[in-house]
């Protein structure tokens, strides 16, 4: 006997090893339900990631704008009923934005805050002219907030003077690029003479005709607004606290506060439906995977009546007995969730090599969570030890007389 | 001598709380005394197994006082009942009962490993002390399969003395062997009581084997016939 076990370890082994064909069945039912849980919830939560970068990586979590203007009127006494004309929105300011901004920063969870001055417009070249939406920005802040220097492809993300950054289609539709003038024209008949500093291309073809950013201070000029700004982009830390942060920031404030969860509800519950089947498949595995272990532990236990009998003739306490069939239990379950660790990380590498983007790079990494992976054998562990508790008490409450009489 | 197990008027009855309650012991008086080797003989029903698993605390009177060593076991629980069991009794079953997964010498171990929670190195020399008392120091490393039914029983009694029980309870031993391996057995126990002086215990239907032993109990109907 080169190694020395505890009579539970002793006894359990030595189970495992005469139910031979068991304990590989069992073995790989364990291991294919953790190497499912582990697999889809890394393949979804990365799709998902790449899902959440594409979409948010260009626009702001939190927008903050000034409160939409509305009719006040009085009604007479004697009236009882009236028809009120909503107000059509004309371009007005946030109202004390910069201590608004002091406020939105220092709020928790808050990473960056940048202020805006949006408007219409059109770029003029020559006898050819587009609707644009200007976009004056602080090109430092705002690039907390977008990365523009991601989605640069030519030239730098310049807007100071008469500088301006635009989208390649746009320049395409100009027929334009870095260095070339094009007038910017607003509404009101306002313009200005700009060149081209950069060129970006954010993913999104309508984004990329119509986006025009200059600095804050010609947006003011262009759009009549002087000093003032339309809109401050926010950044937060957890995605899906955006929405808390938002609601937060609308009570403190009385603007109207919109969160990415508001203005991209589609989004939010197709990425609410995905985790929810993820949940779903990994609920209903370890359900099986629990099923599983449980019934091999009941034949077993039905199987070795006897020898417990005979165990407990010698002297073994029900506890001790007891213990046999939880370890076996706890034993499928970590070398189970260890075996499916293994095979999920070989799924998810050969998935990650097999599937591409529409342009070419790798839609998945090859790497598994170590938290993802910790919780799954941590579970696999926690069911395993359950589903052998039933078993393992009806073994520890077996009458040795009876028991051995079989 | 001092008294190993002592029972005052004990009664035991299956199928309590149901109509049907069936009293298979009725009043047994009966004292074991240290060195003891006593045959206990009587007719199919009578009770002798019953008896013996009251004996061997695998099983609680229903009611009357039952000592080990002096003490009453009416007040433990059982946890201690366990624990008193597998120190002061050793069991031969018929059908030896090995643990057929584990080795001879694991076999003879267990009640040791049982005891301290470890297979310590003190339990494997004593166990190989047995084997070679018994005759099977070279059947050691093998599994209950691989022996005769002689040897498995032989391993069996081994596995008994393993703690150095005061009181061997042997149900049936030789029921199952040839009058050889019989008689091997027999001689065994024999030796065993009259070295270590454990008391021995012997149910047996075989009335030569039990006219070999120093004192015999009958059991009639669940009552003890008085000696002689």
Same mark, same amino acid.
């Given at each position: ?33 953790? /190497? ?104 430092? /802040? ?122 991209? /509800? ?27 272990? /449980? ?20 002297? %073994? ?62 579970? %696999? ?26 | ?15 309590? !709380? ?37 004996? !061997? ?19 433990? =629980? =059982? ?35 049982? =005891?301290? !929670? ?65 008689? =091997? ?44």
């Amino acid at each position: 006997m080169p190694v020395r076990l505890p009579f539970a370890w002793m006894v359990c082994l030595r189970y495992l090893r005469e139910g031979r064909m068991q304990t590989v069945l069992i073995l790989a039912g364990v291991t294919g339900g953790v /190497a499912v849980i582990i697999f889809l919830t890394t393949l979804i939560s990365q799709l998902q990631a790449s899902i959440i970068d594409k979409t948010l990586g260009s626009q702001a979590h939190v927008v903050i704008r000034p409160p939409q203007a509305a009719n006040h009127t009085t009604l007479s006494p004697d009236s009882t009923a009236a028809i009120i004309q909503p107000r059509a929105q004309r371009l007005r300011s946030v109202d004390q934005w910069s201590s608004v901004s002091q406020l939105a920063a220092q709020t928790p969870g808050v990473l960056a805050v940048s202020p805006m001055v949006s408007g219409a417009g059109f770029a003029v070249r020559a006898d050819a002219s587009q609707s644009i939406a200007l976009m004056g920005v602080e090109p430092q /802040a705002y690039q907390r907030i977008v990365r523009m220097a991601k989605y640069l492809r030519q030239g730098l993300f310049d807007v100071s003077g008469t500088n301006v950054v635009i989208g390649s289609e746009l320049a395409k539709d100009l027929g334009i690029t870095v260095g070339d003038k094009l007038r910017l024209v607003t509404v009101d008949g306002r313009n200005d003479l700009v060149s081209v500093a950069g060129i970006f291309d954010i993913g999104n073809r309508d984004l990329n005709r119509r986006w025009v950013f200059t600095s804050i201070k010609l947006a003011q000029t262009l759009l009549d607004l002087p000093g003032g700004i339309t809109q401050l982009d926010l950044r937060v830390e957890n995605l899906f606290a955006a929405e808390t942060t938002a609601r937060l920031l609308q009570a403190q404030t009385g603007l109207t506060v919109d969160s990415w969860m508001q203005t991209n /509800a589609q989004l939010l519950s197709a990425l609410n439906s995905q985790s929810m089947s993820n949940n779903l498949i990994r609920f209903f595995v370890t359900i099986i995977v629990a099923v599983g272990i /449980a019934s091999v532990l009941v034949v077993s236990v039905v199987q070795k009546q006897k020898e417990i009998g005979i165990l407990r003739a010698m002297g %073994a306490s029900p506890q001790r007995i007891m213990s046999v069939f939880l370890l076996q239990g706890g034993l499928y379950g970590l070398v189970g969730s260890a075996l499916g660790s293994a095979l999920s990380l070989g799924l998810l590498n050969f998935f990650a090599r097999i599937t591409r983007n529409a342009d070419g790079t790798a839609l998945l990494s090859g790497d598994l969570d170590p938290g993802v992976v910790l919780s799954a054998c941590g579970l %696999a562990l926690v069911v395993g030890l359950l589903a052998a508790a039933l078993p393992a008490r009806r073994a520890a409450r077996l009458d040795p007389v009876q028991a051995i009489r079989v | 001598m001092s008294p190993i197990i002592e029972l005052h008027q004990i009664r035991k009855s299956y199928g309590l !709380g149901t109509p049907v309650v069936a009293e298979v012991l009725h009043g047994i008086d009966l004292c074991i005394q240290e060195g003891d080797f006593a045959a206990l003989t009587g007719p199919s029903g009578s009770g002798k197994s019953t008896l013996l698993n009251l004996i !061997g605390l695998l099983e609680k009177p229903t009611s009357g006082q039952l000592l080990v060593g002096g003490q009453d076991t009416a007040g433990l =629980d =059982d946890a201690a009942i366990t624990a008193l069991r597998g120190r002061s009794i050793g069991f031969i079953f018929q059908f030896h009962h090995l643990l057929p997964g584990f080795t001879a010498l694991e076999n003879v171990m267990m009640p040791a490993i049982i =005891d301290s !929670g470890w297979p310590t190195a003190q339990a494997q020399a004593t166990a190989l002390r047995l084997l070679d008392q018994v005759g099977l120091k070279d059947a050691a490393h093998k599994r209950p399969s691989q022996l005769s039914g002689g040897m498995q029983q032989r391993v069996a009694v081994a596995r008994a003395l393993a703690l150095s029980p005061r009181l061997i309870l042997a149900d049936e031993p030789t029921g199952n062997l040839d009058t050889h391996s019989a008689n =091997d057995i027999f001689e065994l126990l024999h030796s065993v009581n009259q070295t270590q002086r454990s008391a021995c215990l012997i149910v047996t239907h075989d009335p030569a084997l039990a006219s070999r032993c120093a004192r015999q109990i009958q059991m009639v109907d669940g009552q003890l016939l008085p000696p002689g």
